[in-house]
């Protein structure tokens, strides 16, 4: 883009030339689709710079979903914990208040690390 636009300023240079010959009126209207077309080719430059591949966006979405799910869990209230040891056995865990603290600061980091990757890729979480 940024050759589009140094073209075009090349030409309003030439332009400058062409506006002390006799048609003014055509020099007036050319200037004005020249700086029409800068405007353009900026919005053009500027989409250029926000957009995301497929893997971004699929990434993002992701991150958004375990951002809402991580911070709901951080200002949950902790009560149970269901487990399912290495040997395979199943066991439903009560948790004290201290472990409850730790799990919903662990929650809430997480939560963070993800906001934190998210804006990485350009997406500011609201």
């Not at 636009?5 to 006799?22: I, P």
């Not at 919005?43 to 992701?62: P, W």
């Amino acid at each position: 883009m940024m050759n589009l636009k140094k073209f075009l300023a090349k030409l309003q240079g030439e332009l400058k030339d062409t506006e002390r010959s006799n048609n003014a009126e055509w020099a007036a209207a050319f200037n004005s689709g020249l700086i029409c077309a800068m405007n353009v080719a900026e919005q053009f430059e500027e989409s250029d710079k926000t957009k995301m591949d497929l893997k971004e966006l699929e990434r993002a979405n992701m991150l958004v979903q375990n951002i809402k799910i991580l911070e709901t869990l951080s200002k949950s209230e902790i009560e149970h914990l269901r487990v399912t040891y290495p040997n395979g056995r199943g066991d439903c865990i009560y948790m004290k208040d201290e472990l409850k603290e730790k799990i919903q600061k662990v929650f809430e980091d997480c939560a963070e690390e993800s906001k934190a990757e998210l804006k990485g890729l350009g997406v500011e979480y609201e």
